[in-house]
């Protein structure tokens, strides 16, 4: 819609494509317009105490409305460039031998990062997160696109294109979930704000497997639904195409489901875990030693195979945790875990 029919759209139909025009309004301390009144005539009836108490004329008043709406149609759109490809560019190790590798990441693709404690698994997730070129101590470059990124796109804020999922993960806000994700929304100037948040909501009780209510504050959220409602907001909500996770095998979220849901939404996902089977969900995994990216393995056909046996002893696993929650005796099923 252009500005010269914004005027004399009824306020309803505004409001269904531009939620934020409200706040105008809120800002300037003015009555909302009602649902069939256009624009132009809610200016041009607007009561002399309104008009006198902001200092304005009325035209002034329309050109200050308008002079909002551009700009918050600018925010909307930054950030929005299409992320085709981030290249990660070698820099040193930790004796300053060179790191040599070049590594190009596609929408979709799933890289684990896998390494002992201490081995720089978390310096190169934080390089890709504040997109280095090379002004960090491993040295890396990130390219966005085979291109340098723009100033602006290493800052944080609502634009940036890197999110970050650790395993230690703690609300210090007293809201509920419901005013978390209404705030997230409303910042993100989503339009159908009560169904993107019934749908977060959903995926997030799904992932983490144990209720939990929009009332629910999120101070009271356990560590497993604390991460499933993050990683529920992220894939839902996030604009962020780049998503790194940080060793949440012990977060108590559905780990597979999890990573399923981040690439159907064409997230770039990195993940650094000690756990065999996040590792082989992966189609390639980052090897880190003494600070650098020593090897780049594709996740081979024997390892898929044995991903599915992986995955039934980590399903038996989980029933054997839930039998202890609920106070019973644990049994071994020889069928998954073999023995006599």
Avoid: W
């Avoid at 819609?1 to 934020?20: N, S, V």
């Avoid at 070698?90 to 693709?109: S, T, W």
């Avoid at 997230?184 to 497997?209: F, M, P």
């Avoid at 044995?306 to 644990?330: K, M, P, W, Y």
């Amino acid at each position: 819609m252009i500005e010269d029919g914004l005027l004399a759209t009824p306020y309803r139909e505004l409001l269904l494509q531009y939620p934020f025009l409200s706040d105008f309004f809120s800002a300037q301390g003015l009555p909302l317009p009602a649902a069939a009144c256009s624009l132009a005539v809610y200016f041009d009836h607007l009561s002399e105490n309104h008009v006198a108490d902001l200092g304005l004329g009325r035209e002034e008043l329309k050109i200050r409305f308008l002079g909002f709406f551009r700009q918050m149609e600018t925010f909307r759109s930054e950030g929005k460039e299409s992320v085709r490809q981030v290249t990660i560019l070698g820099g040193h190790d930790k004796n300053g031998c060179e790191e040599k590798v070049r590594l190009e990441l596609r929408p979709g693709d799933v890289v684990s990062v896998v390494g002992p404690t201490g081995s720089g698994k978390s310096r190169l997730l934080a390089d890709i997160e504040c997109l280095a070129q090379g002004d960090t101590p491993s040295g890396r470059r990130i390219l966005i696109n085979q291109a340098p990124p723009q100033a602006s796109a290493r800052l944080s804020g609502e634009g940036q294109l890197v999110a970050q999922l650790s395993q230690n993960m703690n609300f210090v806000m007293d809201l509920s979930v419901r005013e978390f994700l209404q705030m997230h929304a409303e910042s993100r100037l989503v339009a159908d704000r009560t169904e993107v948040i019934g749908r977060i909501y959903d995926t997030a009780v799904a992932l983490a497997g144990e209720p939990f209510t929009l009332d629910t504050p999120v101070t009271a959220l356990s560590g497993g639904q604390s991460r499933a409602l993050m990683i529920a907001d992220v894939a839902c909500l996030s604009a962020s195409p780049i998503v790194l996770i940080d060793e949440i095998e012990n977060a108590g979220v559905d780990r597979r489901r999890a990573l399923e849901l981040l690439v159907q939404q064409g997230k770039i996902i990195l993940l650094a875990t000690h756990d065999p089977l996040l590792a082989l969900l992966a189609e390639r995994r980052l090897v880190i030693k003494n600070g650098a990216i020593v090897a780049v393995l594709e996740t081979s056909a024997q390892e898929q195979t044995d991903l599915v046996r992986l995955d039934a002893f980590d399903r038996q696993l989980a029933l054997l945790r839930e039998q202890l929650r609920c106070g019973g005796r644990i049994r071994l099923d020889k069928a998954i875990f073999g023995g006599h």
